[in-house]
């Protein structure tokens, strides 16, 4: 007698247990990195937070630098899934969705692993690569979000100057709240934004 194979269907929920169990564990990752950093995250205290498993987590991510650099994509894919999905408006409501992105939880775990990264021989190369795929894509979204034409001496500066400005408020916005001054910064940023774009 043969042996039976089960129809593909049949593995379905297994493959949904694992992209559930991979999908926490990400999101662990992030708030880990968010919450306590780089030294404090390791891949015990995102399996407990995850409620699985240290084992299952490294089934799904061999090793720490493996866990923590796919959390970082995952949190430069939420980043840019959230510009895509915003609504066309003007320019000043972009200017501050984009400075949003950069003082949230994301980005608080986004830079803790940079700082890991520039420490850490094995992990540099993987976030430095990351960061320039996040970075090529956030102008590209900017880009269009903020219809720019960058055949226009000027304009591609511009946009990237705005992503920098962005990045350096997300900086400030991590020792005090800042969202008095960020407020102020932020409006005139899109009034130089408009200014500069024509």
């Not at 299952?56 to 061999?62: E, L, T």
Request: net charge negative; with cysteine.
């Amino acid at each position: 007698m043969g042996v039976v194979t089960p129809p593909p269907a049949a593995k379905a929920p297994k493959q949904d247990r694992s992209r559930a169990t991979r999908q926490r564990l990400l999101e662990a990752a992030v708030a880990c990195l968010a919450e306590v950093g780089w030294a404090g995250s390791t891949v015990s205290v995102v399996a407990e937070r995850a409620g699985v498993s240290r084992g299952a987590a490294q089934h799904h991510f061999p090793t720490r630098e493996d866990l923590f650099t796919a959390a970082v994509e995952y949190v430069a894919e939420e980043r840019s899934q959230a510009l895509r999905d915003l609504p066309v408006q003007d320019r000043a409501s972009v200017v501050a969705a984009l400075v949003d992105l950069y003082t949230g939880p994301l980005f608080r775990a986004a830079l803790q692993l940079w700082v890991a990264a520039s420490n850490e021989e094995q992990l540099r190369p993987r976030v430095t690569e990351l960061e320039a795929r996040v970075g090529r894509e956030t102008h590209r979204i900017a880009v269009r979000l903020l219809d720019a034409d960058e055949s226009r001496p000027g304009v591609r500066e511009t946009v990237q100057g705005l992503l920098d400005m962005a990045r350096g408020l997300g900086l400030a916005n991590l020792l005090t709240d800042d969202a008095a001054r960020r407020e102020r910064v932020v409006a005139q940023w899109a009034a130089l934004v408009e200014e500069g774009l024509g």
